[in-house]
């Protein structure tokens, strides 16, 4: 008995300053993370897939400014995109997964003579701003007309982008239209994403490049912006011998590569038959 009262007064402790441990411990982990190593990782990423990622950062740079705020949703697949504007020139480019506008007009930007099809949920369905969530959070979120009006006004100043109001399920049914880039960053939940992938796969020119975003390698559990999903769909495509897929860094601060558990990936794949 006595041995119990002893561990319980040794745990209250422990157990009421369990947070502020958590954060030194992470704290102390961030700190062994070297910015010049992630740099140095992935110069070497973009270089396995042919591009250049420094090249592409300072062009990204000159347009954007520097990226300085972790909580943004800008990350590296401006760089990405970028780095393939600089070596590729697609006539018909898909962007699954619209949001704010805010990426698609950087793709009518430095693909300024590519025909930008992006397509996304109908304001009014309940998963419009869940679907990075699990299927049963529909009812937080609710998107405002002034949102909608602001990403279309956004979409308008560009006349090489073309906006369809659907949910990508139903491009099932759509047979004749091919692209030669697709971008798939639209629901990230099973089975909608698998099926994202395989309709983008799908639709794509042999020879063509796919990127998904937010791409984990293990298990995020009990965790919402899920993703692990898309790697083990992109996995099985590659073992059959369809796809070749690289990942990116998703982002280069420290604070979200100290953790190899829950470090986010961008992919980027070729069809192959």
């Given at each position: 008995?006595?041995?119990?009262?002893?561990?319980?007064?040794?745990?209250?402790?422990?157990?009421?300053?369990?947070?502020?441990?958590?954060?030194?411990?992470?704290?102390?982990?961030?700190?062994?993370?070297?910015?010049?190593n992630l740099h140095a990782e992935q110069i070497q990423r973009f270089s396995d897939l042919g591009l250049d990622w420094q090249v592409a950062r300072d062009e990204v740079e000159r347009l954007l400014g520097k990226n300085t705020d972790i909580?943004?949703?800008?990350?590296?697949?401006?760089?990405?995109?970028?780095?393939?504007?600089?070596?590729?020139?697609?006539?018909?480019?898909?962007?699954?997964?619209?949001?704010?506008?805010?990426?698609?007009?950087?793709?009518?930007l430095i693909f300024p003579d590519s025909e930008i099809e992006t397509i996304d949920l109908p304001s009014s369905d309940s998963r419009f701003w869940n679907a990075t969530t699990k299927l049963s959070n529909t009812k937080s979120g609710k998107v405002s007309r002034s949102e909608v009006e602001e990403r279309d006004a956004k979409l308008q100043k560009f006349s090489n982008i073309r906006f369809r109001e659907m949910n990508s399920l139903a491009l099932t049914f759509q047979e004749a239209d091919k692209y030669?880039?697709?971008?798939?960053?639209?629901?990230?939940?099973?089975?909608?994403?698998s099926v994202d992938i395989a309709n983008a796969l799908r639709l794509l020119n042999i020879g063509g490049i796919l990127g998904f975003d937010d791409i984990y390698e293990t298990s995020q559990v009990n965790y919402q912006w899920v993703g692990q999903e898309s790697y083990e769909t992109l996995?099985?495509?590659?073992?059959?011998?369809?796809?070749?897929?690289?990942?990116?860094?998703?982002?280069?601060?420290?604070?979200?590569?100290y953790d190899k558990k829950s470090q986010k990936f961008i992919a980027i794949a070729t069809r192959k038959t």
């Open positions: 008995m006595k041995s119990i009262e002893i561990l319980k007064k040794i745990w209250r402790p422990i157990y009421r300053n369990r947070r502020p441990i958590k954060r030194l411990v992470r704290k102390w982990r961030v700190s062994k993370v070297s910015q010049a909580s943004s949703h800008r990350s590296e697949h401006y760089e990405l995109l970028m780095a393939i504007s600089i070596k590729h020139s697609p006539k018909r480019i898909l962007e699954i997964g619209t949001a704010e506008g805010d990426f698609t007009s950087f793709l009518a030669d880039l697709i971008w798939v960053d639209g629901d990230h939940t099973y089975p909608v994403v996995v099985q495509f590659n073992n059959a011998g369809l796809v070749d897929f690289k990942l990116i860094l998703k982002k280069l601060f420290r604070e979200k590569n």
